[in-house]
């Protein structure tokens, strides 16, 4: 599940803090244009964007601040904020890209990155994504020489429900010389997965503290050996200005094809992770956004620069909703709404139930557009408190969930005690539950709930239609009604009107040949 990163919060608030005063603004004068650009490019640095990128980005967004479609803009302020958002969008890479399959035999993804940039973990990650995204792919544990790297792979592989490939234990401890040639390793397991027909090949390769000879050499020569379709470099988002350097010493050793940024829930500056496509020139493909093997997502540039300005993700927002969101629930709650009916603490469970699937609760508020959350008072948002309020609500006998309005002193006391939390607790929920309860029928009954056809609107409607009583767009037709005279069918033809009306064609003084048509 992705969120409002950690890693650019810092970011984020001097941005949005420079924006704050352009607002109000009919005109920006060039004054104000230089001393937005000067505080958008003292942000960049403070967050450890490369210089050469902080000050290319700066002179960009002056230069069409100054522009034309600035100037002449209903609201400048709002067309900064657009410029900005899509310089943004540029450093970042620009648009999505995908990883490139194989057309024949196996997908073969080569990792490469310095030691603790959290290749191993991501190897997981990867294989998951690829396994839920209707592929079966294959670990291969390439690195030997960091004590315990074997183990971890297959420990991550069991908990990613993918296999791994482990002919060699690599050594155990620091202290054990290192055996086994990692390239021999990464070969065979390719083979491994043509002849078990796997589509995806995922190669864990060592890594170091530091950039040096024999780490270059040792990449080179298992990309020479197996031919990856792709090599992704992992890198630290966290790491500041040494990702930078690092990233292109990678690129000129590997040449690498994209780019993985982890521990983007790392609480650090990261403007680092921002420089790394502009100075390299390869895309950010990946991210990892938190410990879990499920939090791992493709890397859009647009949605990460709507993050960046505080402007909500509500793209993958609705992607995550998609892929978890049970549909037939979905359809049982537009019904529910839909005949009126009362909204219960058990829809309320389940609903719970399905917004849990997602993931964490503070991370999709963080993806929500004009929360107004401030990002302290957001880090201390805990997750826990859903399960608080799940065990309160699983207390409650069925008929209590049904009518909570007969939950009185002593069952609100049981409740508390059967759900370890303290009877305020209790209050405090029933007391919202309440209020969302009478939000929920008037939505309903305005017919405001989306993709809800009908409701009291509706009917109320057609009431007051019919107290009115039958319109006629004729003056005659609608005086005779009024009176309380039985008035003709629209259907009616002019001849049997005549007819009625005891009326001969010839008085009434038609041109010459109109006779025909009243017979």
Do not use: C
Not at 145 to 168: K, S, W
Not at 223 to 231: K, L
């Amino acid at each position: 599940m992705s969120e409002q990163d950690n890693v650019f919060n810092s970011l984020t608030e001097r941005l949005t803090s420079t924006f704050r005063n352009l607002r109000g603004k009919g005109r920006l004068s060039e004054a104000d244009v230089d001393g937005t650009v000067r505080e958008i490019r003292r942000a960049l640095l403070d967050a450890d964007v490369a210089v050469s990128v902080a000050r290319e980005f700066a002179a960009n967004v002056k230069e069409r601040a100054l522009s034309a479609e600035v100037s002449e803009a209903l609201n400048p302020a709002q067309q900064v904020v657009k410029i900005v958002n899509e310089q943004l969008v540029e450093v970042l890479g620009g648009k999505t890209r995908r990883l490139e399959f194989a057309k024949t035999g196996p997908t073969i993804i080569m990792l490469a990155g310095l030691q603790g940039a959290g290749k191993t973990t991501l190897a997981g990650k990867l294989a998951k994504w690829l396994a839920s995204e209707g592929h079966t792919p294959l670990l291969v544990a390439a690195d030997l020489q960091r004590p315990n790297a074997v183990t971890q792979l297959q420990v991550v592989g069991q908990r990613a429900g993918v296999p791994v490939y482990a002919p060699h234990p690599g050594v155990q401890s620091e202290f054990e010389e290192v055996t086994g040639d990692p390239v021999v390793v990464a070969r065979n397991g390719v083979s491994e997965a043509r002849q078990k027909q796997h589509d995806a090949v995922i190669v864990d390769t060592a890594g170091r503290l530091g950039v040096d000879a024999e780490l270059m050499q040792q990449a080179r020569n298992i990309r020479d050996a197996i031919s990856p379709n792709e090599v992704l470099f992992v890198i630290d988002a966290m790491i500041g200005q040494d990702a930078v350097a690092t990233a292109q010493a990678f690129n000129e050793g590997v040449d690498f094809t994209g780019v993985v940024l982890s521990k983007l829930d790392g609480d650090a500056r990261g403007g680092a992770a921002l420089s790394v496509a502009s100075v390299t020139g390869k895309p950010i493909m990946f991210a990892s956004t938190g410990e879990n093997v499920g939090d791992f997502e493709v890397f859009h540039p647009d949605r990460m620069a709507s993050r960046i300005l505080d402007m909500g993700d509500v793209m993958t927002l609705i992607e995550q909703a998609e892929r978890t969101w049970d549909k037939a629930e979905a359809e049982r709650m537009a019904k529910k709404f839909a005949d009126q009916e009362d909204f219960t603490l058990d829809d309320f469970l389940a609903q719970m139930q399905q917004i849990k699937k997602m993931g964490s609760m503070k991370k999709m508020l963080a993806l929500m557009p004009n929360m107004g959350i401030d990002k302290r008072q957001l880090e201390q948002f805990d997750d826990s408190q859903a399960d608080r309020v799940e065990a309160i609500v699983r207390s409650m006998t069925p008929h209590e969930r049904a009518a909570p309005k007969i939950i009185n002193g002593s069952r609100r006391a049981r409740i508390a005690r059967g759900s370890g939390v303290s009877v305020s607790e209790v209050n405090q929920l029933l007391e919202r539950f309440t209020q969302a309860q009478k939000m929920m029928k008037r939505m309903a009954a305005q017919g405001a709930m989306p993709g809800i056809p009908g409701g009291r609107a509706a009917r109320r409607k057609g009431a007051s239609n019919k107290k009115r009583g039958k319109k006629y767009g004729n003056p005659a037709r609608a005086a005779a009604a009024a009176r309380g005279e039985k008035v003709q069918g629209h259907k009616q033809s002019g001849a049997s009107f005549a007819k009625n009306q005891e009326l001969k064609p010839e008085d009434l003084k038609l041109p010459k040949g109109f006779e025909k048509f009243l017979r």
